[in-house]
């Protein structure tokens, strides 16, 4: 099978442009035609602790680039399968949102708008956080599509209803998902200790059709069992709070919670969930460079999301 390094430019990860994957850049959203649509929302202003986060889309771009290497796809022994084959994988990176300083409601605006043109051209929207406030109008771009089920991966539950007149910060985002009424339910994974959301927040979420489990939960249950919980056959928005994972491969958080997630647990999870409906949407959020020794943080987002976008066009039926 022929692949980049057979001609032309050997185009090694540090030389070039840096987008996600060194996939075309195209900031004319109006002109997407891809399966997958990258975007960047570089927003921090609804952290309550340490800001970074904006720093996450550059980050994770740079990242990425590690595994840009010309192959004709990436090939995986354990399952004998080349995803992301370079034949027929259409991704573009369609750039930033533009975020306006101190304001909140524009930038998050912008960030609706992007989303809502990667889905009118017919795409899978992938945005880069930012904080997990950015959430809030990635679903709220949903309004005009068929239901969706949303599945966090999280140390936190991120059900604040309001703190301080504050409705849209990075502790609120699922509590708005859950009043939509194109949101059928949400699956909470990876929620543990000390956590932002107090006890009545939790009891508000499962009366809104939450399932809550941590990660002590999910390894006794194991992944099979943890997918069944999810509702089969449906339309599945995925968010992913990179602090669900244990500091000890993902430090570059402004909340690290230690007990968390390895990047087995949740690729397995991501991969059974490929196959049990059809993702429709994801977000990856809170990583900040700042605090990232070594740059692991955004190394592990790059690789995920990878991952996770080839099983996902593997996986997809027409």
Same mark, same amino acid.
């Given at each position: ?11 090694? /990860? ?27 929302a570089?927003?921090? *202003? ?7 986060a ?26 004998? $399968?080349?995803? @992301?084959?370079?034949?027929?994988t #259409? ?8 975020m ?21 051209a017919g795409?899978l929207?992938?945005? *880069? ?7 809030i109008?990635? $679903? ?26 504050? #409705? ?5 985002? =699922? !509590?708005?998902?859950?009043?939509? /009424?194109?949101?059928?339910? =949400?699956?909470? &994974? ?22 809550? @489990? ?10 099979e ?16 709070? $990179? ?25 397995? &999870? *991501? ?6 409906g %059809?993702?429709?949407?994801?977000? @990856?959020?809170?990583?900040? %460079?700042?605090?990232? /020794? ?10 995920? *999301?990878?991952?996770?976008?080839? !099983? $996902? =066009?593997?996986? %997809?039926?027409?």
């Amino acid at each position: 099978m022929a692949h980049g390094y057979e001609g032309g430019r050997l185009d090694l /990860p540090f030389v070039g442009i840096c987008t996600f994957g060194k996939y075309p850049l195209q900031l004319h959203w109006d002109r997407i035609e891809a399966d997958v649509a990258i975007l960047g929302a570089p927003f921090d *202003l609804g952290t309550q602790w340490r800001s970074g986060a904006r720093s996450g889309p550059r980050a994770i771009r740079e990242a990425s680039t590690l595994f840009a290497f010309g192959h004709s796809g990436a090939y995986d022994h354990e399952d004998d $399968i080349t995803y @992301l084959p370079a034949g027929t994988t #259409r991704i573009v990176d369609i750039g930033d949102a533009d975020m306006i300083h101190t304001d909140t409601e524009q930038s998050h605006a912008n960030i609706e708008l992007g989303v809502r043109k990667i889905l009118k051209a017919g795409a899978l929207p992938v945005v *880069l956080g930012g904080d997990h406030s950015i959430n809030i109008p990635c $679903i709220e771009a949903f309004s005009d599509e068929e239901p969706i089920h949303i599945v966090q991966f999280d140390a936190h539950l991120d059900f604040v209803d309001e703190r301080h007149g504050v #409705r849209r910060g990075h502790g609120s985002p =699922l !509590r708005r998902a859950a009043e939509k /009424p194109y949101v059928t339910g =949400l699956t909470q &994974l990876g929620i543990r200790n000390v956590s932002s959301t107090a006890r009545e927040g939790y009891e508000a979420a499962r009366a809104m059709g939450s399932d809550i @489990l941590s990660v002590r939960q999910i390894r006794k249950l194991g992944p099979e069992a943890v997918l069944a919980r999810i509702p089969e056959g449906r339309r599945y928005y995925v968010t992913i709070d $990179i602090d669900g994972f244990d500091p000890s491969i993902a430090p570059g958080t402004g909340t690290p919670s230690h007990g968390g997630f390895a990047y087995y647990e949740v690729l397995e &999870l *991501l991969d059974g969930l490929a196959q049990r409906g %059809r993702v429709v949407g994801v977000d @990856l959020v809170e990583v900040a %460079r700042e605090y990232d /020794p070594g740059g692991v943080t955004s190394i592990l987002a790059a690789q995920l *999301l990878l991952n996770f976008i080839g !099983r $996902i =066009l593997h996986h %997809r039926t027409p």
